[in-house]
């Protein structure tokens, strides 16, 4: 139970910082199931909560357990009740901590190192299996929605801005634009790595 939490805050912390895709169209993504863009847009916006209601995130504004939560990352240990998982983004700017509660194991709860809330993720399933499910992020101050992910599988995800656009394809650890052009890679040190575009033109050589 503990390895199934943590690859889900592993994946979810994954994708917020994924990178920007380009223009939409109806081209098909191979993976371990076939979407197309609109197709999988569908599926993830379908019944999706546009706003999360601010009085479920109230009680969890502020960790009142950050200092004990902060001990535990820092000494590679895990409290009863809650899994715990830090997190460094874009080249070690962001930093913070991840948490999700034994008892609303459908919410992850993104925190500052200083223990504020920054985001939420609520685990929205379509069904009694595993796959597939949708992930919405939402904004800790303004509870709005702020981007969506599709998961199809442990390796492969679709991750959408709140309008609609397409991030990412995430395959394994290579994302891709709607083109199926790879424009980022990952790893599980949980650090996004932009990939230098494939369309700049050689340089002219004398």
Do not use: C
């Not at 979407?35 to 599926?43: C, K, Q």
């Amino acid at each position: 139970m503990k390895n199934i939490k943590k690859l889900f805050i592993i994946l979810a912390i994954l994708f917020i910082f994924s990178p920007n895709a380009f223009s939409e169209n109806e081209t098909l993504l191979q993976g371990s199931v076939s979407y197309t863009v609109d197709s999988a847009r569908e599926l993830a916006f379908e019944g999706l909560d546009m706003k999360l209601d601010k009085e479920l995130l109230k009680p969890y504004l502020e960790d009142e357990n950050n200092k004990e939560n902060r001990l535990a990352i820092k000494n590679g240990t895990q409290i009863e009740g809650r899994t715990i998982m830090s997190f460094v983004m874009a080249k070690g700017l962001i930093k913070g901590y991840a948490l999700v509660y034994d008892d609303k194991p459908e919410y992850v709860y993104y925190y500052s190192n200083g223990g504020y809330l920054i985001a939420v993720d609520a685990n929205q399933k379509y069904n009694e299996d595993v796959y597939p499910y949708k992930v919405g992020k939402y904004s800790a101050v303004t509870g709005n929605l702020v981007s969506i992910g599709f998961y199809v599988s442990d390796d492969e995800q679709y991750v959408y801005s709140k309008n609609g656009k397409l991030k990412a394809h995430w395959v394994g650890n290579i994302g891709y634009n709607e083109k199926g052009r790879p424009i980022a890679a990952r790893d599980y040190n949980d650090e996004i790595i932009k990939k230098e575009s494939t369309d700049k033109k050689p340089q002219k050589t004398n």
